[in-house]
């Protein structure tokens, strides 16, 4: 079974810019999860997607956006960059099911550098 | 709220001794512990879980963790380490039903030849 897929995988924008990052999930996984992890900040929790709703967000500005579509795949979104927005952004999927939560799967990441 | 610490930032072993990775955790619901690995590069890959069954739990290449209530701990082991190893290692707290993942600051583990 294919693992979790993320494109691209590196990027590198200008200040003010927006990007769109994509993730594809493990086959049948419907839940997907954003995490930013930073030298400094560490591995920070951005949003968890589920059935197309976003179910839980961590505390980022919302500049940080996301979707999910009806095939699972979601994509995040940052708007008007800044020099502190470089970062891994990793995905990660699960098989969840209302109330019950399994393992995350993690993708390789998106190097994102901003300058 | 929850919360892990790692109580290491950084960890060095021979090879071919044991690896021990401290871990405690702070948790007002039940918590799902996870311990994860990151090798330079690369997405992070999960070692073992703990949700609540045994309190002892073998993950993937010979490492085990032992869920201790009392002490609020959830420490990594290895009996012998490899060169393989080396990596950084995350202890990950969540609150068990739910997806958002709390992590550590990260041990690195260094192997000595």
């Known amino acids: 079974k294919a693992g979790v897929t993320q494109t691209p995988r590196y990027l590198i924008k200008t200040r003010g810019q927006q990007v769109t990052l994509s993730c594809s999930p493990i086959?049948?996984?419907?839940?997907v999860s954003w995490y930013q992890q930073t030298p400094g900040q560490g591995l920070q929790f951005l949003f968890e997607?589920?059935?197309?709703?976003?179910?839980n967000k961590g505390n980022f500005p919302g500049r940080f956006s996301g979707r999910q579509f009806s095939n699972s795949r979601s994509e995040m979104n940052v708007s008007t960059l800044e020099l502190g927005d470089s970062a891994l952004y990793l995905c990660?999927?699960?098989?969840?099911?209302?109330?019950?939560?399994?393992?995350?799967?993690f993708g390789p990441g998106t190097r994102l550098t901003v300058t | 709220a929850q919360s892990v610490t790692q109580l290491d930032s950084h960890v060095s072993v021979s090879e071919g001794t044991p690896v021990l990775l401290r871990c405690n955790y702070s948790?007002?619901?039940?918590?799902?512990l996870f311990w994860y690995v990151q090798h330079p590069n690369k997405g992070l890959q999960l070692l073992l879980k703990?949700?609540?069954?045994?309190?002892l739990v073998k993950g993937i290449n010979g490492f085990e963790a032992e869920f201790k209530k009392s002490e609020t701990s959830f420490h990594l082991t290895k009996p012998s380490a490899h060169m393989s190893d080396a990596a950084e290692y995350f202890c990950?707290?969540?609150?068990?039903?739910?997806?958002?993942?709390?992590f550590g600051t990260g041990t690195r583990l260094t192997i000595i030849p």
């Open positions: 990660a999927s699960s098989l969840r099911r209302d109330g019950v939560s399994y393992e995350q799967y």
């Open positions: 086959s049948g996984h419907r839940s």
């Open positions: 997607y589920f059935s197309e709703t976003q179910r």
């Open positions: 948790s007002s619901y039940s918590p799902s």
């Open positions: 703990y949700t609540s069954a045994a309190t």
């Open positions: 990950v707290v969540a609150r068990f039903g739910n997806e958002k993942l709390t």
